[in-house]
Nanobody, 128 residues
Framework: QVQLVESGGGLVQAGGSLSVSCSAS????????MGWFRQAPGKEREFVAA????????KYTESAKGRFTITRDNTKNTVYLQKNSLQPEDTAIYCC?????????????????????WGQGTQVTVSS
């Protein structure tokens, strides 16, 4: 079992940057690929980015490409999401989760149904 805790959210001006972190407890962290999702008020939970267990493979949703960067440090049991050029549309609660497998094959990483353990999320608000 893995317990996840996000941190680093806050209020940012449009065009600014913010990095959020997800720290895991337990010794099985490196066994999972990891993902970031976000959910804005009144909207469905949306895939943002994912990273394989080794960090060798990374996936992004179209709106995140070129702006967001997902990384992980397995020695610290932590996954990060660096977010640049933030816009008001990026305002949401950002959650991290463990993927069902070590790899990111196919397209299963897009669906939250393929993730097992979830953090409570951290709020990111972007003002115009």
């Amino acid at each position: 079992q893995v317990q996840l805790v996000e941190s680093g959210g806050g209020l940012v001006q449009a065009g600014g940057s913010l990095s959020v972190s997800c720290s895991a407890s337990g010794r099985t962290f490196s066994s999972y690929a990891m993902g970031w999702f976000r959910q804005a008020p009144g909207k469905e939970r949306e895939f943002v980015a994912a990273i394989s267990g080794s960090g060798g493979s990374k996936k992004y949703t179209e709106s995140a490409k070129g702006r967001f960067t997902i990384t992980r440090d397995n020695t610290k049991n932590t996954v990060y999401l660096q977010k640049n050029s933030l816009q008001p549309e990026d305002t949401a609660i950002y959650c991290c989760a463990t993927f069902r497998d070590y790899y990111l094959s196919g397209y299963g990483y897009y669906s939250p149904r393929n993730y097992e353990y979830w953090g409570q999320g951290t709020q990111v608000t972007v003002s115009s």
